[in-house]
T-cell receptor, first 116, second 111 residues
Framework: GAVVSQHPSWVICKSGTSVKIECRSLDFQATTMFWYRQFPKQSLMLMATSNEGSKATYEQGVEKDKFLINHASLTLSTLTVTSAHPEDSSFYIC????????????FGPGTRLTVL | SQKIEQNSEALNIQEGKTATLTCNYTNYSPAYLQWYRQDPGRGPVFLLLIRENEKEKRKERLKVTFDTTLKQSLFHITASQPADSATYLCALKNTGNQFYFGTGTSLTVIP
């Protein structure tokens, strides 16, 4: 199956700093990428949907100025958590889909963010 | 309001038995529904997809049904094994191209 990677897998940062998380589709072109957030023992919450070359569509309640999403190419999307605070600590997961891989959504391994 | 609910937070069954997980949704018109497996600290792994015009899908020991009248999907694991222990998530893709996940069911298969 198609492979999606995320980097870093784990990051600790100080409050007030910004953190960038990368999501890459390694062997297919991702026309759409999704960013999710997951709290312990809870399900995935969709944050935003991004299509290559256009602005991301954010879900209600998600601050677009706080969670900057860039989908500059068909294989890379980035999520930047700006001015991170402890309440932003979470597991962030991206997924990707593309026409060459049907309608399946392939997930990255996730990034654990801890804000001190 | 829109909801995707999975039958129980946790399900324990004996090895060899069939595990049945339920996914109910309200106020969605899904183009299709997917089931995923998630292990602790990892991203979800795709298992099966079923479209709105399909009643049933099978893959090895897995079976999924989809009833758009009841707004429900059932996910079955036959001849369950301890290695099947994980959290299972259902997800809907709506006509707006977004995916929404259910609350998840943690399955434990007891040897």
């Amino acid at each position: 199956g198609a492979v999606v990677s995320q980097h870093p897998s784990w990051v600790i940062c100080k409050s007030g700093t910004s953190v960038k998380i990368e999501c890459r589709s390694l062997d297919f072109q991702a026309t759409t990428m999704f960013w999710y957030r997951q709290f312990p023992k809870q399900s995935l919450m969709l944050m935003a949907t991004s299509n290559e070359g256009s602005k991301a569509t954010y879900e209600q309640g998600v601050e677009k100025d706080k969670f900057l999403i860039n989908h500059a190419s068909l294989t890379l999307s980035t999520l930047t958590v700006t001015s991170a605070h402890p309440e932003d600590s979470s597991f962030y997961i991206c997924s990707a889909e593309g026409t060459s891989v049907g309608n399946e959504q392939f997930f990255g391994p996730g990034t654990r963010l801890t804000v001190l | 309001s829109q909801k995707i609910e999975q039958n129980s937070e946790a399900l324990n069954i004996q090895e060899g038995k069939t595990a049945t997980l339920t996914c109910n949704y309200t106020n969605y018109s899904p183009a299709y529904l997917q089931w995923y497996r998630q292990d602790p600290g990892r991203g979800p792994v795709f298992l099966l997809l079923i479209r709105e015009n399909e009643k049933e899908k099978r893959k090895e020991r897995l079976k999924v049904t989809f009833d758009t009248t009841l707004k429900q999907s059932l996910f079955h694991i036959t001849a369950s094994q301890p290695a099947d222990s994980a959290t299972y998530l259902c997800a809907l893709k709506n006509t707006g191209n977004q995916f929404y996940f259910g609350t998840g069911t943690s399955l434990t298969v007891i040897p």
